[in-house]
């Protein structure tokens, strides 16, 4: 197979999805490839145009948030034109389920002009274990890494095939309801749990928590975020050098809810498994 240049394109609140696409570009590049590693969860990087033309080949990978994948990245999508160019994604969650990102994403990435090949999921610790949740600690595990090898040997054959995979993604049940709930959800009136918030007076201000923040919400001058557009990524309290921005403390306790609102136990979820989905009723189940 001849040399391919493929850019591998995720968006990482904590670092979930990033160690996946680490994993898979480590391989792409074992496997003699040329790869580009290219994180858009900044707000900066999602202002760079991307040069579609330069790469034979696209992988995209994003967190699960609330079924689909974050709307700052939904948004960006939207905004590519894939030219006919193949591609595959693949989605991070936090052991609840993966909901209708495949659909969702791949209706966004058709509707781009890229022909997607298939795709993947992958469990991982959840976003708010940064806040004392304990769900899929320690994940991911060696079962988990050799799907994303898995996945970049068949992006190589699928990217090296002159025909296309053919996948294709039926609309799962329920979708348009959980979609028009989504539209119709009340915009957030003040602080919740989620919100970061600087736990000291002072810190280094090192303004990683404003500069790396996707959705510009963070303010390094006052410690804050503006509860309106962060999205809980939790990215500021993760890349924190001095770890000093934390979410309420309630939100620890809000894990036994959280398990309880979905009938979940941390068995079930340890028992979530990383999987290629190449046909669409896997991806409908
Ligand atoms: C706002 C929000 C919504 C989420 N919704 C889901 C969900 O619907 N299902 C699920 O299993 N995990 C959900 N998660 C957990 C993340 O999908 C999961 O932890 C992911 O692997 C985080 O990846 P990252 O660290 O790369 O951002 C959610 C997290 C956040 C912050």
């Known amino acids: 197979m001849t040399k391919k240049n493929i850019v591998v394109i995720y968006f990482s609140g904590t670092n979930v999805t990033a160690t996946y696409a680490k994993a898979i570009a480590k391989e792409l590049t074992k ?9 858009i969860t900044p707000y900066a990087s999602r202002q760079i145009p991307l040069a579609v033309e330069e790469y034979d080949g696209f992988i995209f990978g994003f ?18 034109d894939g030219k006919g160019k193949k591609c595959a994604m693949f ?18 990435l058709q509707h781009a002009g890229f022909q997607v090949e298939f795709s993947a999921e992958f469990p991982g610790p959840h976003t708010y274990n940064v806040g004392g949740w304990t769900a899929l600690t320690d994940r991911p595990n060696s ?4 799907v994303a090898r898995n996945f970049a040997a068949l992006a190589i054959q699928r990217f090296s095939a002159p025909e296309t995979s053919g996948f294709i993604l039926q609309k799962p049940f329920g979708y348009k309801q959980a979609m028009d709930a989504k539209k119709n959800r009340p915009q957030r009136t003040e602080r919740g749990w989620t919100n970061p918030v600087r736990s ?6 090192c303004r990683l928590c404003e500069t790396e923040c996707p959705t510009q919400s963070f303010n390094a001058d006052t410690g804050l975020s503006d509860f309106t557009t962060c999205i809980d990524c939790m990215h500021c309290v993760y890349i924190c050098p001095q770890q000093v921005i ?12 959280f398990l309880s609102d979905y009938c979940l136990t941390e068995e079930m979820m340890s028992a979530k498994k990383s999987k290629l989905i190449t046909r669409s009723w896997e991806a409908a189940a």
């Open 31 to 39: 496997l003699g490839n040329q790869v580009r590693d290219f994180n």
């Open 63 to 80: 967190p699960v948030y609330s079924d689909i994948a974050p709307g700052v990245v939904n948004e960006w999508l939207t905004k590519l």
């Open 91 to 108: 989605f991070t969650y936090g052991g609840r389920t993966s909901g209708y990102a495949h659909f969702h994403t791949f209706q966004l």
């Open 143 to 146: 079962n988990d890494m050799d």
């Open 200 to 205: 000291t007076e002072t810190c280094d201000m």
């Open 246 to 257: 934390k979410i309420n403390e309630g939100m620890k306790g809000a894990y036994q809810k």
